[in-house]
């Protein structure tokens, strides 16, 4: 996909990632497109909804599972504010998510080569293409800034 789109689904996760900032959530979203068509987007919700499973990537995928009522989504991206962590990495190769563009590397949880990189193992038998450093420094200073406010 040429950078100029993975920019413009960036942004759109960008913007989910900042309504988690608004509703005091960890500011990460994720929009999950097919073919340049948006097919849900979510941010991080674990706080509001006592769910420890409650990424948004991890919502971002519910979602888009029940509307194409199929728990497979291949031809899929994940656009992702925040590198992925192993429980998130994990569901998108169940999901058959062919790739997924993070913002910011995650040098505590990472799992797409930060800690560890679930996608590279070649026994899995899926592979999902991970891609960094799209709009990375907003990411980064958007969780900056969040967590800077907490302390």
Known sequence: ?????????MQLAYEQAQLAAL?????????LV?????????FNKPIMGHDPSAHAEMLALRS????????????????????????????ML??????????APDPKTGAAGSVMDVFSSKQINHQTVAEGGVMQEECGQ????????RR
């Open 142 to 149: 958007l969780l900056r800034d969040f967590f800077k406010e």
């Open 94 to 103: 169940h999901a058959r998510v062919e790739r997924v563009v993070y913002g």
């Open 1 to 9: 996909m040429p950078a100029e789109l993975d920019y413009q689904f």
């Open 64 to 91: 888009a599972a029940h509307q194409e009522q199929n728990y497979r989504l291949p031809g899929t991206t994940l656009y992702v504010t925040l590198e992925p962590c192993a429980m998130c990495a994990g569901a």
């Open 23 to 31: 509703a005091g959530e960890v500011p990460v979203g994720a929009v």
């Open 34 to 42: 097919r073919d340049g068509q948006v097919l849900s987007s979510a």
